[in-house]
């Protein structure tokens, strides 16, 4: 069961892809951050078991992703994030990890957890002088609330905290959001290609408005996905992104801009369903090999 984890044990975080390679360095390229970081979940929770459940999964992974070897670049897998304590305190901590990657000329990539911890992640790029960056999201929910629940740094008012920043967001398969989000979208130009428009018209590729940035960071919410791929998730929403259409939109981001880092949030390992576990480290490692070969 999830509960007899300790999720603040480092040991309990192997490193990725540790049954087939050794523990990289600091000249490594991909540096992995596990951030079990569970606090305003508003619907089912595990959240925080996701990244020590995805680390120890990826041990049954191929070096061969079945085009590449993401893994020829050299993969570190950093210690957990201590997420005790307060939320703005945890929010710190995930974003020095970050900025200890990214200062290095890094590629991070974080593993939650809940969604808040993309804010850490976003603040973190920038402690480390990455001004010049937008984000991409593929979510089921805009996460565009001021708050909720009295709560700013709520995982459903992430990407509000983002664009606050001045920082442009392009949204990819939503299909949860109140009027208070779309008035938020106008507010801040949030573009965006929600799934009704996605899915129905099977579209694997499309085009980034030509004066979004260069340099993009990618989030990936692992409820924009179709709970009949992936049911481990908090906040389940019908009529997501099937498994190959998520990873082509990816590829078709990499295919246009410069992707600087990734991450992978809110996967909520059910327990006994060890099939979902490694689905999620293998979706981590493919979009290595996709970042690998757009370099």
């Not at 590729?205 to 260069?214: K, M, R, V």
Request: some cysteine; overall charge negative; glycine content about 10%.
């Amino acid at each position: 069961m999830n509960d007899e984890i300790d999720i603040h044990d480092p040991k309990n975080y192997p490193h990725f892809l540790g049954s087939e390679i050794e523990q990289g360095g600091d000249d490594a390229f991909f540096h992995v951050i596990p951030v079990p970081y569970e606090r305003s979940v508003s619907y089912g929770v595990g959240t925080a078991y996701g990244p020590a459940k995805l680390l120890d999964a990826s041990w049954q992974l191929e070096m061969w992703d079945g085009k590449s070897r993401p893994c020829d670049l050299g993969i570190n897998t950093l210690p957990p994030v201590d997420c005790q304590g307060d939320g703005a305190t945890a929010v710190e901590r995930i974003a020095k990890a970050t900025a200890s990657v990214a200062a290095k000329g890094g590629f991070p990539i974080a593993l939650g957890g809940e969604h808040t911890v993309t804010g850490g992640v976003i603040k973190g790029l920038i402690d480390a002088g990455i001004t010049d960056f937008g984000v991409v999201q593929i979510d089921a929910h805009a996460d565009l609330r001021h708050a909720y629940e009295d709560n700013l740094l709520s995982h459903a008012s992430v990407m509000k905290r983002v664009v606050e920043k001045g920082i442009p967001l392009f949204q990819l398969g939503i299909r949860a959001f109140c009027e208070e989000e779309i008035e938020a979208r106008k507010e801040f130009n949030v573009r965006h290609l929600d799934a009704e428009v996605l899915v129905p018209n099977n579209i694997n590729e499309f085009t980034l408005p030509e004066d979004f940035p260069e340099n993009v960071f990618f989030t990936l919410d692992i409820d924009g996905m179709d709970p009949s791929v992936f049911p481990s998730t908090g906040t389940p929403v019908p009529g997501g992104l099937g498994w190959y259409q998520t990873l082509s939109l990816f590829e078709s981001v990499a295919k246009q801009r410069k992707i600087i880092g990734f991450d992978i949030m809110e996967f909520a390992p059910i327990p006994g369903f060890h099939a979902y576990e490694f689905a999620a480290s293998q979706l981590t490692y493919k979009m290595m090999g996709i970042v690998q070969r757009y370099r």
